[in-house]
């Protein structure tokens, strides 16, 4: 069997940010470092961090005060950036710049008034920090069959933003599905996704 390998091949730019950011603050304070949720989906990745130290954490309850926690690459919700400040937790933002850009395009079509249409997966770290930018504004949808049970009719505001990590299949038969039942939404004047990924 012959083994084709894709080049180049490795990390995404906003992983290798993630893991260099995560890095640089073990070699200036030492491993004694929380990470909300995994730095990167990806075991080996975790397990390395893990095995020097640091700690992955799904709260930032669980984080002693006045400690150091990082936020990964899949970015937080407002909520959660609150709850650190309340904890008096020194933060370390390694956020995927992609995924900042998608926060914050949330956050203007949110302030411009529209209904904003999320192409993502439930559940997902980068969905729950994107759709807590605007909470009720958001509404999430995953498949194109989802898109004829939408609430909203044709003459509402709408624009939509993808999930970084989909892949451009997924994510187009959905916004194909979108387009076609509102004709007038709009969308980012650049893709949200991440064509390394």
Do not use: W
């Amino acid at each position: 069997m012959k083994v084709l390998l894709a080049n180049p091949r490795g990390f995404c730019a906003g992983v290798n940010m993630a893991i260099e950011c995560l890095e640089e603050a073990i070699r200036r304070v030492g491993p004694n470092i929380y990470v909300y949720h995994e730095i990167v989906h990806n075991k080996h990745v975790v397990d390395r961090f893990t095995r020097l130290g640091v700690r992955f954490v799904d709260s930032p309850d669980e984080v002693p005060a006045g400690s150091i926690l990082l936020f990964s690459a899949h970015g937080v919700s407002p909520e959660i950036r609150s709850l650190a400040r309340e904890r008096s937790l020194q933060t370390v933002d390694a956020t995927c710049p992609l995924v900042t850009k998608v926060h914050l395009e949330a956050i203007r079509y949110a302030n411009d008034g529209y209904n904003i249409i999320l192409i993502g997966h439930d559940g997902h770290d980068e969905v729950i920090g994107t759709m807590g930018e605007a909470p009720e504004s958001i509404t999430l949808v995953e498949t194109p069959e989802e898109v004829d049970s939408l609430p909203f009719s044709p003459a509402d505001r709408l624009a939509y933003l993808t999930q970084t990590t989909l892949s451009v299949d997924e994510a187009g038969a959905v916004i194909d599905a979108l387009k076609r039942r509102f004709p007038q939404i709009e969308h980012p004047k650049k893709e949200d996704i991440c064509y390394a990924t």
